[in-house]
């Protein structure tokens, strides 16, 4: 398939996916997504052993991109429903891949680009990298990506991040555990396909059975909280403080929220 939201390029038993809007810091349109999830459907039925996600130019991914979350004010509940049904597809695919993900952020990974970033296996960073699961800033609830959080951070944690939706750097992301290691910029892709080749010294098979098994111990559990999460989600849309979050980002100003 010929994409146009992101690369793909195999080398060696490795493939690169690089998101490749630059000139949208790697913004989240509905095209990228669906082309995200042709590109892992593609890659889990070839030859590649371990998968690096970046992003072009200076950022990882910025979250939802500005031209389309406009639209989403004015959808059905049941569109809603199901846009947010492509998020979690999108999640749960990448978190349950059959073969290792490397997320190797080379600049600010924000929102749905720091949900992308907690997904992968191993997530290397520069130092320079910013993250932040920032949904509740502009009314929305960052619903599928803390059903993985809670239990990668703890719940102290994931409350600390998630409500009050602040950035943070690639040095508290390593302490806390979303990161396993920061890279200067120059080195990041060098020292992802170190540790890709690193893991190509291992069994495929053994890889994949013991992901599907460290998985299988919260699968029950994520299964229904992320069917309760893309509720959650879609309802939050359906709020006057969701359509204020949106229309006052779009037009730089501080909302001015009615808690409706």
Not at 62 to 78: F, I, P, R, V
Not at 167 to 177: Q, T, V
Request: proline share 3%; glycine share 8%; charged share 25%.
């Amino acid at each position: 398939m010929k994409y146009q939201t992101v690369e793909l390029v195999y080398d060696a038993g490795i493939v690169k996916i690089t998101l490749n809007r630059p000139e949208k810091r790697n913004a989240l349109s509905f095209q990228l997504l669906e082309e995200l999830l042709t590109a892992f459907e593609e890659i889990e039925q070839s030859n590649a052993q371990v998968v690096i996600l970046t992003g072009a130019g200076k950022a990882f991914c910025a979250g939802m991109d500005l031209d389309e979350l406009g639209t989403l004010t004015g959808k059905s509940h049941a569109e809603n429903v199901e846009d947010s049904r492509r998020m979690a597809r999108i999640f749960r695919l990448l978190y349950d891949f059959p073969k290792p993900t490397i997320a190797a952020v080379n600049g600010a990974a924000i929102a749905g680009g720091t949900g992308l970033a907690t997904m992968c296996d191993f997530t290397l960073a520069v130092p320079e990298a910013k993250f932040g699961y920032t949904e509740v800033r502009i009314g929305f609830v960052p619903a599928i990506v803390s059903s993985i959080l809670v239990w990668q951070v703890g719940h102290k944690i994931a409350r600390d991040l998630l409500l009050t939706g602040r950035i943070f750097d690639a040095a508290e992301a390593h302490r806390l555990g979303l990161v396993n290691d920061f890279v200067p910029p120059e080195q990041l892709i060098i020292r992802a396909r170190a540790l890709a080749s690193q893991l190509m010294e291992n069994s495929p098979s053994s890889l994949r059975l013991t992901k599907k098994l460290i998985n299988g111990f919260i699968s029950a559990q994520l299964d229904q909280q992320i069917e309760q999460a893309v509720n959650e989600n879609a309802g939050i849309r359906q709020t006057a403080d969701f359509r204020e979050g949106v229309t006052s980002f779009l037009e730089k100003r501080k909302p001015r929220w009615s808690g409706k």
